[in-house]
Every structure is written in structure tokens, then in C-alpha cells.
Nanobody, 118 residues
Framework: QVQLVESGGGSVQLGGSLRLSCEAS???????????MAWYRQVPGKQREMVAE???????RYIDSVKGRFTISRDNYKKMVWLQMTSLNSEDTAVYYC?????????WGQGTQVTVSS
């Protein structure tokens, strides 16, 4: 019964920065290391898309639209994942979800709203 809890969402001005956090519960730190973690986002009427992903050994990948602006990181001991977002634009406005996968087991967080305004 792993649970993911996101925080750090909110409103930010165009070009600003925001850092999202995701904390895992119901799992031992040593087990957390084996999880692939990611951040997804979704806007109404659109498909949920993967924004950034990170493996237990810190291998990362990003969608093209956020490369150079977003950075995903993790601390396996603390069982946390972060998404540092900079140079935010209107395209980044969405509900952001923390995601975890281990084998066939997938867990989603409840989501946190990020709104970018001019």
C-alpha cells in the first residue's frame, strides 16, 4: 500500500520558478531505490503526459518542451522526488502528478495544481 503525496503546487508568474515535491509512504527506503519515479501532468480535455522520469540510479529523461527548464531529482533514503521548474510558461499550467512503477505495480499521487500567469 504505497502512497505518493505531492506538494509545492500553486500560482506563479510567467518566467518564474516552482519546485514540486513527492513523498512516498508505506515503503522502506531500500525498496524505494528500485522504483522508477516520474512526474506527469494533465490539463482538462487533454491526455496525461509524462514530463520527467528518473530511475533509481539517477538516469533521467524529459519531454522536449521542458528540457533545459525542468530538473527531476530523487533521494532514495528520504523516499522523495522533486521537480524543479524554471522559466515557466503558459504551456506548463496543469495538474502535476507523481508516479511510481515497480514491475507491474503502478501508483499515482493525488495531483497538485500549477498555474502560470502573465
Amino acid at each position: 500500500q504505497v502512497q505518493l503525496v505531492e506538494s509545492g503546487g500553486g500560482s506563479v508568474q510567467l518566467g518564474g520558478s516552482l519546485r514540486l515535491s513527492c513523498e512516498a509512504s508505506g515503503v522502506i527506503g531500500g525498496s524505494f531505490r528500485a522504483f522508477i519515479m516520474a512526474w506527469y501532468r494533465q490539463v482538462p480535455g487533454k491526455q496525461r503526459e509524462m514530463v520527467a522520469e528518473i530511475t533509481g540510479d539517477d538516469k533521467t529523461r524529459y519531454i522536449d518542451s521542458v528540457k533545459g527548464r525542468f530538473t527531476i531529482s530523487r533521494d532514495n533514503y528520504k523516499k522523495m522526488v522533486w521537480l524543479q521548474m524554471t522559466s515557466l510558461n503558459s504551456e506548463d499550467t496543469a495538474v502535476y502528478y507523481c508516479w511510481r512503477k515497480w514491475g507491474s505495480m503502478v501508483v499515482w499521487g493525488q495531483g497538485t495544481q500549477v498555474t502560470v500567469s502573465s
